[in-house]
């Protein structure tokens, strides 16, 4: 068996992206519609003792364009030789080229057995194509449908025609800065319908090296380039980085859009970045279109064709040198890889196998809610975590106002009547973040603190999200402020109550200077 590394290109107009749909242990074998499908069909021609099945490093979606995407398949011959590279490339090439299909394969490397096009790959570059009406003609274009402005045919389908009159440069490139680095992108990926494994937690984890937004070119010819040229500045917009998430490239190009259109500000940017969560989204915000994308490149380390097995026989140094080789991986221990996924689904990695393995939850269960909130200042003052915004715990302890901090109050279920609970809430706006102004939330929380307490049998419940930062520094600072505690009291009563209690290190540092 011999593998093959295949760098190809295409044009995603009329593909429904690069991965097969049709599943073939159904019965159906063909699938012209997908990248993959129409490759696996072309390899057919070579006449392997196997079946062809690709193994892919991007996955691109529907419309999605490649100047540079991989794959790998295992072929063996009926000789048992290696198929020359070059004559897999021509072979595809000439299979497309008589089926009209926008497909081209660059170039065909024999690799070792070890590679793998996904895992091996160190980084992946996307390219997004931008073209801004210049301001003089949007003036002139205001109030005229998007149909009806002129776009260059040749650029149908290929590059993101805007045509707002008052889209800044200055701001896309400058939010799209802030995504350089490590960041939880759970906001800006999207769910595939009919995906098992995404409709549950998943990683979400990732870095993006660089992103630049630099002037492009139209692709237009002759008479057309002028007249394009006159009424759109290009802008080439490339992202590089090792993985990214469904969707996830669109997402953050319609964020930055938005940013620059000023449907959004750099604040709501921030929010979607730094709180990862779908609810985090903006509806103001629009996906990019896929028409746009294009994978450019996928980079791997140098392939040394010393790794790859070769059929002459070895020179007498050579062979001493294998049979230690030998000897010494005799002494070697087996290793495998479980990996289990989110939907209970798990896989077997041993010796290059991939192996099903017995349904087991990749998570556990929580039964055990947090819906205890513990009594800060007697018959007063309660500190929790959304879990206690129930109706049967407000009711238990008499709540009367409910503080969220920097989350949104969860809807309170009504009685059997259909009657709902009379509760006086105030969202305070409130990231988990060291540098968020401390000072600006107490004037608000205390405020309505304050409130509660002027009523008689007035009860607040103080809560965030876990009931272990951003809520416990508002009772802290209450506690401060308004019982003329210091920061050592008020840490020691809040944490007798509540021991799971941690303030982040930038909300401790704000409310010792507090005491101060």
């Known amino acids: 068996m011999n593998r093959y590394l295949i760098n190809l290109s295409y044009i995603g107009t009329r593909f429904r992206g690069i991965q097969r749909k049709i599943d073939k242990s159904a019965g159906h074998f063909k699938d012209p519609h997908t990248v993959q499908g129409v490759i696996e069909e072309a390899l057919l021609k070579l006449r392997s003792v196997n079946e062809p099945l690709l193994k ?53 490397v024999h690799v070792p057995l070890t590679f793998h096009a996904r895992l091996c790959a160190k980084s992946r570059t996307y390219l997004y194509r931008l073209a801004v009406l210049r301001s003089e003609f949007s003036r002139e274009t205001t109030g005229q449908h998007p149909h009806e402005r002129f776009i260059p045919i040749e650029e149908h389908d290929r590059c993101y025609f805007i045509g707002h009159p008052r889209f800044d440069i200055e701001t896309f490139g400058r939010v799209a800065r802030m995504f350089e680095g490590v960041h939880d992108f759970r906001t800006f990926m999207a769910v595939a319908k009919g995906n098992p494994r995404q409709q549950e937690a998943m990683h979400s984890l990732r870095r993006i090296d660089r992103i630049t937004v630099e002037r492009g070119q139209t692709m237009t010819v002759a008479l057309n380039r002028e007249r394009t040229e006159r009424h759109y500045d290009f802008w080439d917009v490339r992202i590089q980085g090792r993985s990214f998430l469904y969707r996830q490239v ?48 996928v980079q791997y380390d140098p392939i040394s064709p010393s790794t790859i097995s070769s059929h002459r026989p070895p020179s007498t140094s050579m062979a001493s040198f294998l049979e230690q080789l030998r000897a010494r991986k005799t002494e070697l221990q087996r290793t495998e890889t479980i990996v289990t996924y989110m939907d209970g689904s798990r896989k077997i990695f041993r010796n290059q196998l991939e192996i099903d393995a017995p349904p087991r939850l990749g998570f556990i269960v929580d039964n055990s809610p947090d819906q205890v909130p513990a009594c ?48 006086e809430r105030k969202f305070v706006e409130c990231l988990d973040l060291p540098e968020t102004v401390l000072a600006d939330v107490l004037a608000v929380s205390n405020a309505f603190i304050d409130s509660c307490r002027a009523q008689p049998g007035g009860r607040v419940l103080v809560h965030c999200n876990a009931g272990v930062s951003r809520s416990t520094a508002v009772v802290l600072g209450y506690l401060m402020q308004r019982c003329d505690q210091s920061f050592m009291e008020a840490f020691a009563t809040v944490k007798s109550k509540r021991p799971c209690v941690q303030p982040n290190v930038g909300f401790i540092k704000q409310l010792k200077q507090l005491q101060s």
């Not at 003052?381 to 407000?394: A, F, I, K, N, W």
């Not at 008499?398 to 109050?409: A, C, D, P, Y």
Request: overall charge neutral; glycine content about 6%.
């Open 56 to 108: 892919l490093s991007s996955r691109t979606d529907t419309g999605v364009h490649a100047l540079h995407n991989t794959v790998h398949v295992d072929l063996q011959r009926p000789n048992g030789k290696p198929y020359d590279a070059d004559r897999i490339t021509k072979t595809l090439n000439r299979a497309f080229e008589r089926d009209g299909q926008s497909l081209r394969i660059l170039s065909t």
């Open 250 to 297: 669109r997402r953050m190009v319609g964020a930055w859009v938005a940013a620059a259109e000023g449907r959004i500000d750099e604040r709501d940017i921030y929010r979607m970045l730094t709180v990862p969560s779908q609810n985090s989204w903006c509806t103001n915000v629009f996906v990019a279109p896929a028409y746009a994308l294009y994978l450019c490149h």
């Open 376 to 423: 800060i200042v007697s018959q007063f003052l309660y500190l929790g975590s959304q879990d206690c915004v129930r109706r049967e715990v407000l009711e238990r302890y008499g709540i009367t106002h409910v503080l969220s901090v920097g989350i949104e109050m969860p809807p309170i279920e009504k009685d059997e009547n259909g009657a709902q609970l009379a509760i």
